[in-house]
C-alpha cells in the first residue's frame, strides 16, 4: 500500500493539516473554543489571562442552518418511472430501509464545518451476522464514513480526481499497553483489500490524546483481497464545496475563526467591566475606618474594596466606577456580528435578527430576503446531487453483481426542498392564475406543485376529483326526473274529466 508501510506515520504527512482542521473545527461546533483559541494565551497580558472566558457558538448555529435548509424537509427521490415499477419500489427500499433522511441530514451537518463527506455502499448484513438471516437479510447498505479516517489517493497529475479510498481506523486491544492496531480498508475498482498494521503512539496534544503513530509492524495473516464486481470504488465523497485544483472541500468554519475569536474577546472584556461595576470599591471622608495602635487606619483596599481620601468636610461616601467606553465596546460587537454573519452568507432574517420577515410579508418578499443562505444552500446542493445519484448506482451495480437486479439500471431524480415555510395562499393564487385565462400550467403539474405530489398520484388524484363531479351531478340533475309523471299535469286532466261528465 502506498499510504500504509511499516515505517511511516500515520495519519500520513500530507493529511496530517486536514485532519487537525476538520478536530478543531468539530470542537467549535461543540462550543468548545477555549480549548481552540488558548494558543494564543502566550500572547496575553496576567490580567487577560485571569479573565474570564466568554463565547457564543456561531459555528453550531452556521452549521445547522445550512443543514436546515438543505435536508431539513425530506428529499423525494424518483427512478424516473411508474410508481409501481420494480425500479422505483426498489429505490424506495434503499431510502426507507437506510434511514438516507436522516443519513443526509446528518452529512450536511459534519460537511460544514469538515468541509468533506464519504458516503460508503456495500451489499451484506447490517449486524455482520450477529443475526440470523431470517431477521438480518442480505441488502444494499449505505452508510457514512468518518472523514477523519478516510484517506483518498488521487492520480498521478490530478489532484482532483480520486482513485482510491483508504480507511483506516486507529484502535487499542489492551488499554494497559502502548501498543495501537490500524484496521485499513482500502478501496480500488473491483476490489477491496484489507490489512491490520501494529503502531506505537509518538505525539501527543494538550488533551493526551494521539496525534501521530508510527506503524511498527503488520499482521499479514489478516490481508486478504474481496473483488466487488463494480468497476469503480464503493466510496463516495461529497465536498461541502470545492475548487477545481484540489479533492479536498472547504468547509464553512475556517475562514470565521479570526472574527469569532474577536466576538469572543470583546464579549470578554464587556463581562470583565461589568462585573467590575458590580463589585466596585468606595472612598469614605478620611477618619472613617478604625485605626491601630499607631493611630493609622485599617483597612486594606484590595480586599475590603474602601480607603480613605481627603477630609470629612471634602467628600461624601461614595463609589468608584469608570465607563469602560462600554457603548463603543456594543457597538464594535454589533458590527463583528454582522460581518460574521455576511461572511457566512446567513441574512439576519433567518435568524430572527432584525426584520424577522413574519409582519405580513409573502413568502416571496421572504425568499429574497434569504437570498443569500439559499444561494449558499443551493451550492451545496449541487455536490449532494451528484453524490447521492453515484450513491444509488453503485447500490444497482451491487445487487447486479450478485444477481438480484431484476430491473432496468436507472438514474434517480433527486427533488431538493428550498427549506422556507409554504405561503399555502400566494401558492393557490399562483396556481389559479396560471391554470385560469391564459392556460400555462395542467391541473396534474398544479397539484404535483401544490400537494408536493408524483405524477401518478397527481392523476389518481384528478380522476378523484372527476368521479365525485360525474357523482354530483348524477345526484341533482339525474334523467329519471324528466321520466316522472307531473302531478299538476294530472290535476288539470282530472278537473276537465269531471267538467265534462256534470255537462253530460
Do not use: C
Not at 500530507?14 to 481552540?36: P, S, T
Not at 496576567?46 to 457564543?56: A, D, P
Not at 449558499?376 to 451528484?386: D, E, F, L
Not at 399562483?430 to 405530489?453: H, P
Amino acid at each position: 500500500m502506498k499510504y500504509f508501510e511499516i515505517g511511516e506515520f500515520f495519519p500520513p504527512v500530507e493529511h496530517e493539516e486536514r485532519i487537525i482542521r476538520y478536530k478543531e473545527n468539530k470542537k467549535l461546533f461543540k462550543g468548545n473554543h477555549w480549548d481552540i483559541f488558548r494558543r494564543y494565551n502566550n500572547s496575553l497580558t496576567r490580567e487577560q489571562k485571569n479573565m474570564l472566558y466568554t463565547s457564543v457558538n456561531f459555528p453550531s448555529l452556521i452549521a445547522k442552518k445550512s443543514s436546515d435548509f438543505l435536508f431539513g424537509e425530506h428529499a423525494t427521490f424518483s427512478a424516473g418511472k411508474t410508481d409501481g415499477s420494480k425500479e422505483q419500489e426498489r429505490l424506495d427500499e434503499w431510502v426507507e430501509q437506510n434511514d438516507v433522511s436522516i443519513l443526509n441530514y446528518e452529512s450536511a451537518l459534519s460537511n460544514s464545518y469538515r468541509g468533506d463527506a464519504f458516503f460508503k455502499v456495500r451489499y451484506g448484513q447490517s449486524e455482520d451476522g450477529q443475526l440470523p438471516k431470517e431477521f438480518d437479510p442480505f441488502r444494499v447498505i449505505i452508510e457514512q464514513q468518518n472523514a477523519e479516517y478516510v484517506f483518498p489517493e488521487t492520480a498521478i497529475g490530478d489532484a482532483n480526481k480520486i482513485v482510491a479510498y483508504h480507511i483506516a481506523v486507529p484502535y487499542q486491544p489492551d488499554a494497559s499497553k502502548e501498543i495501537w492496531n490500524l484496521s485499513v480498508e482500502s478501496h480500488y475498482s473491483g476490489r477491496i483489500e484489507y490489512a491490520t498494521f501494529e503502531m506505537r503512539p509518538l505525539n501527543y496534544n494538550a488533551d493526551g490524546e494521539v496525534t501521530t503513530f508510527k506503524i511498527t509492524g503488520e499482521y499479514t495473516k489478516d490481508r486478504s483481497t474481496v473483488n466487488t464486481g463494480v468497476s469503480m470504488p464503493l466510496v463516495v465523497h461529497i465536498p461541502n464545496y470545492a475548487t477545481d485544483d484540489s479533492w479536498e472541500g472547504i468547509d464553512d468554519i475556517t475562514e470565521l475563526r479570526p472574527i469569532m475569536d474577536e466576538i469572543n474577546n470583546r464579549l470578554s472584556q464587556i463581562a470583565s467591566i461589568l462585573d467590575k461595576h458590580s463589585d466596585p470599591a468606595i472612598a469614605v471622608p478620611a477618619g472613617s475606618l478604625q485605626e491601630d495602635a499607631d493611630g493609622n487606619p485599617t483597612f486594606r483596599v484590595g480586599l475590603d474594596k474602601v480607603f480613605e481620601t481627603m477630609g470629612k468636610d471634602d467628600i461624601t461616601p461614595s463609589y468608584i466606577t469608570w465607563d469602560g467606553q462600554l457603548s463603543n465596546a456594543f457597538s464594535e460587537l454589533d458590527k463583528l456580528v454582522q460581518y460574521l454573519l455576511i461572511i457566512a452568507e446567513i441574512p439576519e432574517v433567518a435568524i430572527g435578527k432584525g426584520e424577522s420577515g413574519t409582519s405580513g410579508n409573502s413568502g416571496l418578499a421572504i425568499k429574497w430576503q434569504m437570498n443569500s443562505l439559499l444561494a449558499k444552500v443551493n451550492r451545496k446542493r449541487q455536490y449532494y446531487n451528484k453524490g447521492l445519484k453515484r450513491v444509488f448506482m453503485l447500490a444497482q451495480l451491487l445487487e447486479k453483481a450478485v444477481g438480484k437486479a431484476d430491473y432496468e439500471l436507472f438514474t434517480p431524480i433527486i427533488k431538493f426542498k428550498d427549506g422556507l415555510p409554504k405561503d399555502e395562499m400566494e401558492m393557490a393564487n399562483i396556481v389559479a392564475t396560471r391554470t385560469g385565462g391564459a392556460v400555462t400550467m395542467s391541473q396534474k403539474s398544479a397539484l404535483m406543485y401544490l400537494d408536493d405530489l408524483t405524477e401518478e398520484q397527481a392523476e389518481a388524484e384528478l380522476e378523484r376529483i372527476e368521479k365525485e363531479q360525474e357523482a354530483s351531478q348524477s345526484q341533482f340533475a339525474s334523467p329519471s326526473i324528466f321520466n316522472e309523471e307531473d302531478p299538476l299535469e294530472d290535476a288539470e286532466e282530472n278537473v276537465e274529466e269531471d267538467a265534462a261528465e256534470e255537462q253530460e
